[in-house]
C-alpha cells in the first residue's frame, strides 16, 4: 500500500519501518504528542515483531507535508487463535495518534482496506482514539484497567505511600537476605527469563520466547532495563521495565515459588519505585491488569486506583470473532493442563504458541 487514501490535504501511507529517517521522524511525532506512550514507539514495533518473528506495520497521515496521524501495527498469525493486526502487539497501549480527531476516519479506512488486502480477519486497537459508529467496530470499555501514581520524593515518603497492610509485606522483604541488582545484560537476562517462564507457567500461560525480550531491550537501550531480587545465587523475582516520557512500567515481571514466601515480589516493586526516581521518572505506571484480576487487587493493595481502559476490536464481515483471552472459558482446560505442564516441557512449548497471542 502506498498512499490509498488521499485528498487535497490528507495522504496515509505504511512507513518504511527500514528508513532509519523515517524511523526517527516517528519517534519524534510520538515524543511531542500528548498521548504517546512506549508502545506507540517504532523501537518497539522493531523489537517485538524481531523478537517473536511477526511483522511490523504502521500507517501515517500526513497533512500539507507533515505527519499528522499514525497508528503503530504489527501483524500477528497464529494457528490456535487466528490473525490479527494489533496496535500495539504484543503491548498494552500504542493505538491510534492523530493531531486532529476529524482526520480519524482516514486512518481507520485504510486499516480496514489494509486488513482485507492482507487478508487478516480482525484488528484491535489498544486505546488511542476509537471510531464512532464505524460498521464492524466494537468497544470495549470495562475489561481492562491501568494504574498510575505519581513517585515520592525520597524512599522513606515512597514507603509510606503504600497502604500499611501491604507496606508491612514490604518491610518483611526489606528485612529478609535479600540482594537487589538492576542491568541489561547476560546475566540480568538469564535471570529474567528464568524467573518469568517459571511464574506464566504457575499461571497456565505460554512464555514468550526470550527473543523477544532480548530484542525490546537491545532497541530500547537506556530506556529499558531488569531488575532481579536474589536469594543467595538464586534469582526470585525479575522485571523487565521501560521507561518513558517521566514514567517507569513494570513490564514482563514474576516470582518463583519461593517468592511469595520471600516477599521477593513486594520488595521488587518498592525498589523498582526507588530505582526509577533515582533516574529522574516522575510517575509508575503499574500497567493494565484484567478488572477484577488478582493482580488488578494486587495493584489496589499497593493504593492505585483502577483507571478504565478503552480498546476497540474490528472483525471484517463475514469473519468470526478473534478469542485469545486467557480468562475464557474457552481456554479454561488448557489452562488448566498448562499449570500442570514441567517447567521444561512448558518452556520448549510455550514460546512457539506465544508468539501468536500478541
Known amino acids: 500500500m502506498n498512499a490509498p487514501f488521499r485528498s487535497a490535504s490528507n495522504q496515509i501511507s505504511l512507513a518504511n519501518l527500514a528508513d532509519p529517517g523515517e524511523v526517527r521522524r516517528i519517534e519524534a511525532y510520538v515524543a511531542q504528542h500528548g498521548e504517546g506512550d512506549a508502545f506507540h514507539r517504532p523501537a518497539w514495533l522493531l523489537g517485538a515483531a524481531a523478537g517473536t518473528g511477526n511483522r511490523a506495520l504502521a500507517l501515517t497521515l500526513e497533512s500539507g ?100 497492610k501491604q507496606r508491612a509485606e514490604v518491610r518483611k522483604g526489606l528485612a529478609g537476605e535479600l540482594t ?30 526470550r527473543s523477544l525480550f532480548d530484542a525490546v531491550l537491545n532497541t530500547f537501550g537506556d530506556e529499558a532495563d531488569i531488575l532481579v531480587v536474589w536469594s543467595g545465587d538464586a534469582p526470585v523475582s525479575a522485571v523487565l521495565s521501560l521507561y518513558h516520557k517521566g514514567a517507569v512500567m513494570p513490564y514482563w515481571g514474576g516470582g518463583t515459588w519461593d517468592a511469595r514466601r520471600l516477599r521477593a515480589n513486594d520488595r521488587m516493586y518498592y525498589e523498582l519505585m526507588l530505582h526509577a526516581r533515582r533516574r529522574g521518572c516522575e510517575r509508575f505506571d503499574f500497567g493494565r491488569s484484567k478488572t477484577d484480576s488478582g493482580a488488578y487487587h494486587f495493584k489496589r493493595n499497593w493504593g492505585f486506583e483502577p483507571e478504565p481502559l478503552s480498546y476497540a476490536v474490528w472483525t471484517a464481515p463475514g469473519a468470526e470473532a478473534r478469542d485469545a483471552d486467557p480468562t475464557s472459558q474457552r481456554h479454561a482446560a488448557r489452562i488448566a493442563l498448562w499449570k500442570r505442564l514441567p517447567l521444561p516441557i512448558a518452556n520448549l512449548i510455550g514460546p512457539h504458541i506465544a508468539r501468536g497471542l500478541g
Open 65 to 164: 507535508g507533515e505527519l499528522a496521524g499514525y497508528l503503530p501495527l504489527i501483524e500477528i498469525h497464529s494457528p490456535l487463535f487466528g490473525r490479527v493486526m494489533a496496535s500495539s502487539g504484543f503491548g498494552v497501549g500504542g493505538g491510534m495518534l492523530v493531531d486532529q480527531p476529524g482526520k480519524a476516519k482516514y486512518l481507520f479506512a485504510a486499516l480496514e482496506e489494509l486488513c482485507l488486502r492482507r487478508s487478516v480477519p480482525s484488528t484491535e486497537l489498544r486505546g488511542g482514539v476509537l471510531p464512532k459508529a464505524r460498521e464492524g467496530w466494537s468497544i470495549k470499555r470495562n475489561s481492562h484497567c491501568g494504574f498510575v501514581l505519581p513517585l515520592a520524593a525520597d524512599d522513606e515518603a515512597q514507603l509510606n505511600t503504600i497502604p500499611r
Open 180 to 209: 537487589v541488582t538492576t542491568g541489561s545484560d547476560a546475566r540480568h537476562r538469564a535471570a529474567h527469563y528464568a524467573v518469568y517462564a517459571e511464574s506464566v507457567r504457575n499461571l497456565g500461560t505460554p512464555v514468550f520466547p
